[in-house]
């Protein structure tokens, strides 16, 4: 069983920085494409980033390119999020999820793992 742990959501103004972290367990955790995904009250649950395993080619949704960074430390079992430059409509609740697939995948049933969620809320 794969477990994921989200950490670092908070309440940060527009503009600033939050660094989300997943850890998971297990030694697989390399052979893992990860992704990260969001869900604003009232919303969808939307994708935002992934990471394949494979390569480390990331992927992200365009309202996120050139302000968020996914990456990740294999040797640590963890997945991060770099999020500068925030914005209001970036608030929500921010999951990691994970998946055996070696492409990055943007839709959530592709991914069969999935964290708690973490919240970020950023205020205007």
């Known amino acids: 069983q794969v477990q994921l742990v989200e950490s670092g959501g908070g309440l940060v103004q527009a503009g600033g920085s939050l660094t989300l972290s997943c850890t998971t367990s297990?030694?697989?955790?390399?052979?893992?494409?990860m992704g990260w995904f969001r869900q604003a009250p009232g919303k969808e649950r939307e994708f935002v980033a992934a990471?394949?395993?494979?390569?480390?080619?990331?992927y992200y949704q365009d309202s996120v390119k050139g302000r968020f960074t996914a990456s990740r430390d294999n040797a640590k079992n963890a997945l991060h999020l770099q999020m500068n430059s925030l914005k209001p409509e970036d608030t929500g609740v921010y999951y990691c999820?994970?998946?055996?697939?070696?492409?990055?995948?943007?839709?959530?049933?592709?991914?069969?793992?999935w964290g708690q969620g973490t919240q970020v809320t950023v205020s205007s």
């Open positions: 990471i394949s395993w494979i390569d480390g080619v990331t």
């Open positions: 297990g030694d697989t955790f390399r052979r893992f494409s």
């Open positions: 999820a994970s998946t055996t697939h070696s492409a990055v995948l943007t839709d959530a049933l592709a991914y069969p793992y």
